[in-house]
């Protein structure tokens, strides 16, 4: 069954510090990887996305993951946490054929201590 | 580029009464909308795909004549939820797949609150 794990519900980090995000999916097909942050009663702003080629990806707002097959994560890190960044994070899985369909996780909550 | 629009924002409506919700993609043309539903503290669950002039795909478990989607223009989706009831009451959120592309952009969402 295609699936993606968000473990971690909450996070809470201060600020300044480092930051990873978890996330793991399960997909028949070569995967193609989103996360998306939603600010509260907002929806959702593409942080960066992985289709094919370097599995470091760089995306917006200081934000980078690394797709690992192996392992079949595709965690997001950021090396200094801002407080701006306090937000829920949404890792999906998605199609680029066919029906072009996304599978969500279930988020994580990002809590930033000044 | 790449903004996708939903009005209203906020909907308050009476039991029995039906809402209409748009949404638009306002600096390109969506080959493809989708429809999300978003329950407090939940992830988003898809209701439906929506190809522009043809019928709307629903998951498994959403009622098509409750939630009607028209996708009648490459610019513009429409969700009516009808005859709404409290349990209806949830954040919707659209998406628009932009032409020639893979990547989904969302817009901001709409609160429907049914008393």
């Known amino acids: 069954a295609q699936s993606v794990t968000q473990p971690d519900i909450h996070i809470t980090v201060s600020e300044g510090a480092s930051l990873e995000l978890r996330c793991n999916y399960s997909?028949?097909?070569?995967?193609?990887l989103f996360w998306y942050v939603q600010s509260p009663g907002q929806g959702l702003q593409l942080l960066l996305k992985?289709?094919?080629?370097?599995?470091l990806v760089q995306g917006i707002k200081g934000f980078e993951a690394e797709f690992k097959r192996s392992q079949s994560s595709f965690n997001l890190r950021k090396p200094s946490v801002h407080w701006s960044d306090a937000a829920e994070y949404f890792c999906?899985?998605?199609?680029?054929?066919?029906?072009?369909?996304?599978?969500f996780g279930t988020g994580t909550r990002l809590k930033v201590l000044a | 580029g790449a903004v996708v629009s939903q009005h209203p924002s906020r909907v308050i409506c009476k039991s029995g009464t039906s809402v209409k919700i748009e949404c638009r993609s306002l600096?390109?043309?969506?080959?493809?909308m989708f429809w999300y539903r978003q329950f407090p503290k939940k992830s988003l669950m898809l209701m439906a795909t929506?190809?522009?002039?043809?019928?709307?795909?629903?998951e498994q478990g959403v009622e098509k004549d409750k939630f009607l989607i028209n996708h009648a223009s490459l610019t513009l989706s429409t969700l009516t939820v009808t005859s709404a009831h409290p349990e209806d009451s949830s954040f919707y959120i659209c998406?628009?797949?932009?032409?020639?592309?893979?990547?989904?952009?969302f817009g901001p969402g709409t609160r429907l609150t049914v008393l």
């Open positions: 992985y289709f094919s080629g370097d599995t």
């Open positions: 999906a899985v998605g199609s680029l054929t066919g029906t072009y369909k996304y599978i």
């Open positions: 998406s628009a797949r932009r032409q020639g592309t893979d990547t989904q952009y």
């Open positions: 997909y028949g097909a070569t995967p193609y």
């Open positions: 600096d390109f043309q969506a080959t493809t």
């Open positions: 929506s190809n522009e002039g043809s019928k709307a795909t629903y």
